[in-house]
């Protein structure tokens, strides 16, 4: 946030002299003033939703410059709702989440740095664009910001300049130009002792890498299944094919905020309408029913899409604990859905809408 804000001050103080009344800012409606006005005020209303811990609606208040306020005064305020935002940001824990309407209407800490960088980044482009400035960030931020708000954009070689294509500020070669774009944050399911984070393209490559993920995980986790889904996320994120509410979840304690488990599918519904599910549990987590809950909550989450008929989930014929996990979350036992080398094949259970 500091360098977001930091660089796009520097930029923009250098012409602090002109018009910025007069002068549009690049594709938008908006006049530059507006526009540098519109970032403080995003990046205090940030500060607000997680520092007053809002979960329905906006916190209802507005930044108002004072009258006579000149170009460089909004720069200072900048500045400040910046440091603002970053000081809330460092001070709340990770597992608060507060009101966003886009997508999933809540984001935490991560989201809410993400998107406010994302202000800073593409409105300096927007004002520098309309001042006849040249303007171009850290690479590092640009692909921070797709990892974590666009997980279905495929990422590309120039992460600026996909981050601009993204919002409809730019071309990419073989890519249609973007006229309406939403960023995402994560989906969280929620259940009665658990969350069911998804994981970014971020958390995925530091998961898949050895990693926390951003996680606070009880002893022995993560898991390797929870590693290898989210390499495979990755690799769906890298070419372009990743759906975020298809992907993968990390089960978090509600009581303690520790990570204990992962639990997500192997892709998206089939033309048929089936999705296939599975999951893993740290061993000092398991025996408390978090498995079931999981795999229950996050059933139900699929099959109250409209894409969704049934809920696929296979195990092996000698492992009697995750024949009953699923049992209990109301699968019913389909059929031996293949063959190894001779051994009994998986057991397949299934549960429909």
Known sequence: ???????????????????????????????????????????????????????????????????????????????????????????????????????????????????GVAEVLLHTHDIAAGLGLSYEPPAGLCADVLTRLFPHVRPGGDAWRTLLWATGRGELPGRAPVTEWRWRNNLVVPAERLTLQGVTPAAATDLAAGGDGGFAWVDGGPLEGTRFSAGMVLKAYEAGTHRPEWGVFVLVRRADGRAVGGIGFHGAPDEDGRVEIGYDLAEAARGNGYATEGLRALSAWALDRDEVTSVFATTEPHNAASQAVIARAGFRRAAVVEEHGGESGQYAYELRR
Do not use: K
Not at 3 to 12: K, P
Not at 36 to 63: C, K, N, S
Not at 100 to 107: D, K, L, N, T, V
């Open 1 to 115: 946030m500091e360098a977001a804000v930091a660089g796009s001050v520097a930029l923009l103080a250098t012409a602090a002299d002109r018009g910025w009344e007069a002068a549009r800012a690049g594709r938008l409606e908006w006049s530059c003033r507006y526009t540098a006005e519109h970032v403080a005020g995003d990046l205090i209303t940030y500060a607000g939703q997680l520092a007053g811990r809002a979960t329905t609606a906006y916190v209802p208040f507005e930044i108002t410059l004072d009258e006579g306020t000149g170009n460089e005064g909004v720069l200072r305020v900048i500045e400040t709702t910046g440091a603002l935002l970053a000081a809330t940001l460092r001070t709340t824990p990770r597992e608060v989440r507060a009101f966003h309407p886009y997508p999933y209407r809540s984001a935490n800490r991560e989201g809410f740095a993400a998107m």
